[in-house]
């Protein structure tokens, strides 16, 4: 089973700044992409920021370019998103996801697919 655990979220003041991370675990044969989605409370999910394994292109949405970072350790199939100048509306549940191909029973590749985490909240109020 492949899981994939956040931490790093938390109460912030506006102007402030946190550092979320993501931990892909479990029996994992490659990862092509991991990335940040959020959603906060009565508005529709929002892709955040995603970052490619092999090369490390990354990409923003526009409400979050110049603020956040997104990086990862390969090694420890881990990604992380740096939030610099948090807003109030960044109030959001984060959720990790990672487009992966997870490890067969034989040791082979199995179907590739799209693996989320429960999401940790990031709130920012003063």
């Known amino acids: 089973q492949v899981q994939l655990v956040e931490s790093g979220g938390g109460l912030v003041q506006p102007g402030g700044s946190l550092t979320l991370s993501c931990a892909a675990s479990?029996?994992?044969?490659?990862?092509?992409?991991m990335g940040w989605s959020r959603q906060a409370p009565g508005k529709q999910r929002e892709l955040v920021a995603g970052i490619m394994s092999a090369d490390g292109r990354s990409n923003y949405a526009d409400s979050v370019k110049g603020r956040f970072t997104i990086s990862r350790d390969n090694a420890k199939n881990t990604v992380y998103l740096q939030m610099n100048s948090l807003k109030p509306e960044d109030t959001a549940v984060y959720r990790c996801?990672?487009?992966?191909?997870?490890?067969?029973?034989?040791?082979?590749?199995?179907?590739?697919?799209?693996?989320w985490g429960q999401g940790t909240q990031v709130t920012v109020s003063s």
């Open positions: 479990g029996s994992i044969f490659s990862i092509t992409v």
């Open positions: 996801y990672a487009d992966l191909i997870p490890r067969s029973p034989s040791g082979a590749a199995a179907r590739r697919g799209d693996y």
